[in-house]
Structure formats: C-alpha cells, structure tokens
C-alpha cells in the first residue's frame, strides 16, 4: 500500500480522492462535499483526510485512511473533528486542486484521466478562479455523469 498526502471521501457510489497542495482546501472540499451528500439525503462518508493509503485489487483502486487519524477531519480554524467513516472505498474520480487560475475552457482529453497505482482514473482539475460552490457543483455532476455510466461503483 502506498500512502500519499491527499483526502478522500465517498458520496452515493463514488469514491473521490482529492489531491492538492498544502492548504488548498482538499479537507474543506471534502467536508463540503460530505455536507452536500447529507443535505440530498445520499449516502456520504469520509475515507480519509491528510493521508490516504492506495491499493490495487480486481483492477480497482482502494482508498483506506491512515489507521493513526480514522474518522477524523480537520476544519480549518476550528481544528480536528471526527466525521462519518467508511473504512474504504473504490476511487471512482480523482479531484486535482491547483491554487493556480483555470485557463483551459475546455480540457484536453489526457487530462481527464490519471494513472494510480497502474490503474486509469477518470480525474478533474479544480483551480483557484472556481468559488466553492462551483467546484462542488461540479464535482458532484461530474460523480453522477460517471455514475449513469457505470463508471463507478460501491466497494
């Protein structure tokens, strides 16, 4: 297992890893898109935040969160809280935060997939020009769109 600084959480049926640098609000996405999934009635749960640890099985990605930091999140200004956990999940959609603005209207075919552990996911990049609600928006339309496909799916 290799473990990678990132947050994930799962939402309906998807998994998402949310991947960035320090302090570009992977944990405030992922507490905002678990707050979303409760006020729709889905199922929502925290995988990990801070370290998140990748395995491959059956052709699939596995998120795990770090043993040391389960069911804990960290709420920027108000410290660390426990959330609703699921102990894994199969990573459905990789989330990519830059602080850099979005430039591209319209992404290149490449960039919407991303290689982890061996295994193709489908990815999208968030940049700092998008306001909270458009990244979350965005998200979770992209999640439902893979969804409707059969491009995800429950562990």
């Known amino acids: 297992m290799t473990f990678i600084h990132a947050s994930a959480v799962v939402v309906r049926e998807t998994g998402v890893l949310i991947r960035g640098?320090?302090?570009v609000g992977k944990s405030a996405l992922a507490l905002a898109l678990l707050e979303a999934g409760v006020q729709h009635g889905w199922f929502a749960a925290l995988v990990g935040d801070d370290r998140i640890g990748l395995d491959v099985a059956g052709g699939r990605?596995?998120?795990r969160g770090h043993p040391?930091?389960?069911?804990?999140i960290e709420r920027r200004g108000f410290g660390i809280e426990p959330a609703p956990r699921e102990a894994r999940?199969?990573?459905?959609l990789v989330v990519d935060l830059?602080?850099?603005?979005?430039?591209e209207r319209?992404?290149?075919?490449?960039?919407l997939v991303v290689e982890l552990e061996t295994v193709l996911?489908?990815?999208m990049e968030c940049g700092s020009s998008m306001d909270r609600a458009?990244?979350?928006s965005a998200v979770l339309s992209r999640m439902m769109r893979l969804e409707q496909h059969g491009l995800t799916g429950a562990f």
């Open 134 to 136: 458009q990244i979350i």
């Open 21 to 23: 640098g320090s302090g």
């Open 121 to 123: 996911v489908p990815r």
């Open 89 to 92: 999940a199969l990573i459905g």
């Open 61 to 63: 990605v596995i998120a």
């Open 68 to 72: 040391a930091i389960e069911g804990q």
């Open 98 to 103: 830059t602080a850099l603005p979005m430039t």
């Open 106 to 111: 319209i992404p290149d075919p490449a960039a």
